[in-house]
């Protein structure tokens, strides 16, 4: 009994620690890429007499939605938790539509062709804001990729299927794929793996915090330079 309080005391103090590293990464990096946006505004203010309204409204817009879409980030992580209990019948074909339109202008801005195959009557006994976290940061992310190599053939196929007791989810994006180095970081918070990513590197930790709290998996598959799919693992129903 001794031996077995221990090991549950150990485990907990890790699990404790981890917690405090995350904590301290997430504050720093947090408030520093927070920093960033607002030091643009200060220096747009500095220079406001002399730069056309058109070219400084445009800057100021790019500046404001790049911070905007951070904190909405932020904030999403910090509900994960408050809704992993939360569980409801999700009809999945709705709920990836509802992504799609959600990304609808950066899908047409990129000219990226997106191809569902999931069948309508498909549903998930599960946590909506969960399942939506995951489909938007999945698709967000396949679609930068995938526009960032090539515009004229960005390709992004989601495929949802059932298989016993579970549910995969896949996304995949004919993009630049994922280099072996990087993959042991791909989940982490704050990471971007690509030099040319816009984003702050919350989109697949956010991913990744919803599917551990559905009690799920993530499988990668990627050919550095041709291709990159994700698949999630959700226990079905």
Not at 114 to 122: K, W
Not at 150 to 155: I, M, P, V
């Amino acid at each position: 009994m001794n031996e077995n309080l221990e090991a549950i005391v150990e485990k907990r103090t890790q699990l404790l620690e981890e917690s405090n590293r995350e904590l301290d990464t997430f504050l720093y990096r947090a408030s520093h890429d927070l920093r960033s946006p607002i030091r643009s505004i200060l220096g747009l203010c500095n220079i406001i007499d002399h730069i056309p309204p058109t070219e400084l409204s445009h800057r100021m817009r790019g500046t404001t939605l790049s911070m905007d879409r951070m904190l909405k980030k932020l904030i999403n992580i910090s509900e994960i938790s408050q809704h992993s209990a939360a569980m409801q019948k999700i009809n999945v074909s709705t709920a990836i539509a509802d992504a799609k339109n959600k990304l609808q202008e950066m899908i047409k801005e990129r000219g990226v062709q997106l191809h569902i195959n999931c069948a309508e009557d498909i549903t998930l006994n599960s946590s909506s804001a969960l399942i939506e976290n995951i489909l938007i940061n999945l698709m967000e992310n396949a679609v930068f990729f995938s526009a960032l190599k090539n515009q004229d053939e960005a390709r992004v196929e989601i495929k949802v299927a059932v298989n016993g007791t579970t549910l995969e989810l896949s996304v995949f994006d004919n993009g630049v794929g994922i280099e072996d180095a990087i993959r042991p970081k791909l989940f982490h918070m704050f990471f971007t793996g690509h030099e040319k990513t816009k984003g702050n590197g919350l989109g697949l930790y956010a991913v990744h915090k919803c599917v551990t709290a559905l009690y799920g998996k993530i499988i990668v598959d990627s050919k550095a330079g041709q291709y990159a799919k994700i698949s999630v693992i959700l226990p079905y129903n």
